[in-house]
């Protein structure tokens, strides 16, 4: 059973443009939401993430905002540039620092 | 370096061979998991070790899949009999370990496998 579910699995933007993926989870003993960022033959690496007790939370051109009541929460990329073009995976973590990952979405920003 | 290293980056290999990929953890960290990455799809947990508590095998999708660490350092995840489904990518991460913290996973860059 998937616990995580991230759409769209693709996705294109001009540059300039806003970027949006959306993810939703099942098990609200979840705590913790991570965003991976992960580009061809690399690892995926930490890029922002948020804790329940949070709506939003930014870090410079990202931003994710968290919906409780729903159990659901979205990474924004403003202003996406050619250089953000990369699969993204949304995660939830459980008890000991289990991640849970979404299916991916992969981004292409046109120039 | 300072980040998570596995090796081999790649592997081919034919089917029934038995395989060994390895994963060396950033130094400190104490918690090591495995993540198995088929082709376009998310990240499936097979297995995680965190300190010297017996690890959680529950993702590991048959018998033939086993991984061990040694001296809560370097850990070897080996694939006894190959199929050609288990061609994937193979990831490793690594964390601190605490309760209640928000210690990242830090990723490797992986074992691209693939089964003739």
């Known amino acids: 059973q998937q616990q995580v579910k991230q759409s769209p699995q693709s996705l294109i933007v001009q540059k300039g443009g806003i970027s949006i993926i959306n993810c939703a989870y099942e098990n609200t003993a979840f705590d913790y939401f991570p965003w991976y960022q992960q580009f061809p033959g690399k690892g995926p690496a930490l890029l922002i993430a948020i804790r329940p007790d949070v709506s939003e939370k930014k870090e410079g051109r990202f931003t994710i905002s968290f919906n409780k009541s729903a159990k659901q929460f979205s990474l924004h990329i403003m202003d996406s540039q050619p250089g953000d073009s990369a699969t993204y995976f949304c995660a939830a973590r459980n008890a000991g620092n289990m991640l849970t990952f979404g299916g991916g979405t992969r981004l292409m920003v046109k120039p | 370096g300072a980040g998570v290293s596995q090796s081999p980056s790649n592997k081919v290999t034919e089917k029934g061979k038995d395989v060994e990929l390895r994963c060396d953890p950033i130094s400190g960290h104490t918690a090591l998991y495995w993540y198995r990455q088929s082709l376009g799809q998310g990240l499936e947990f097979l297995i995680y070790?965190?300190?010297?508590?017996?690890?959680?095998k529950s993702g590991l999708p048959s018998d033939r899949f086993s991984a061990e660490r040694t001296g809560g350092s370097v850990s070897t995840l080996t694939i006894q009999r190959t199929q050609q489904e288990d061609s994937a990518v193979y990831l490793c991460a690594s964390s601190l370990m605490g309760a209640g913290a928000n210690q990242p996973q830090h990723f490797g860059d992986g074992t691209r496998l693939s089964i003739l």
């Open positions: 070790f965190q300190g010297n508590s017996a690890p959680d």
